[in-house]
């Protein structure tokens, strides 16, 4: 059986990534607590995913890696719509760290959640399928969340059942 993190968790964690800030400590020490990295650093990784895994993907001007399986009908979403998802998030070591089948457990507002499916997911309309890959400063950046460690890019395989 494959053990998955909760959507709530997910939610929870992106919340918490809109209020928390990357930068110096403020203990004084003058360590930097939290670093990102440039989409173009994990250009490689997600090049090679997709090679590896036969994803052809297109290049978005941010440098978040796509590919519509899907283009789906009717409406796209935008970051003010509520959508409803079926979807897998993949590190790029193969490990699933988060999927879901049941549509009806998500409606997210897409402007709650990360930049990666914010920019990706306009491509497709309901009904679609989209593959995304996302370099970490789109995913969950510098700070990780739950089993996903920081400065990770992510692959997510979408489907969009319906929006609101």
Known sequence: MQKTVPVFFILVSLGVMLFAACGKSSSGSGSVSCKGVE???????????AKAHGITS??????????????GT???????STIFVTYTATLLDSTIVDSTTNAAKTGFTLGGLIPGWQLGLP??????????LIPSEYAYGCQGSGPIPPNTPMFFDITLVSLQ
Do not use: E, M
């Not at 989409?39 to 995913?49: E, G, K, Q, R, W």
């Not at 297109?58 to 283009?71: E, P």
């Open 123 to 132: 491509a497709i309309q309901v009904g679609g399928r989209i593959k995304l």
């Open 74 to 80: 009717g409406a796209r979403p935008t970051v003010t």
């Open 58 to 71: 297109l290049k978005d001007t941010a440098g978040l890696y796509y590919q519509v399986i899907n283009q």
């Open 39 to 49: 989409p173009s650093v994990d250009s490689p990784a997600l090049l090679s995913f």
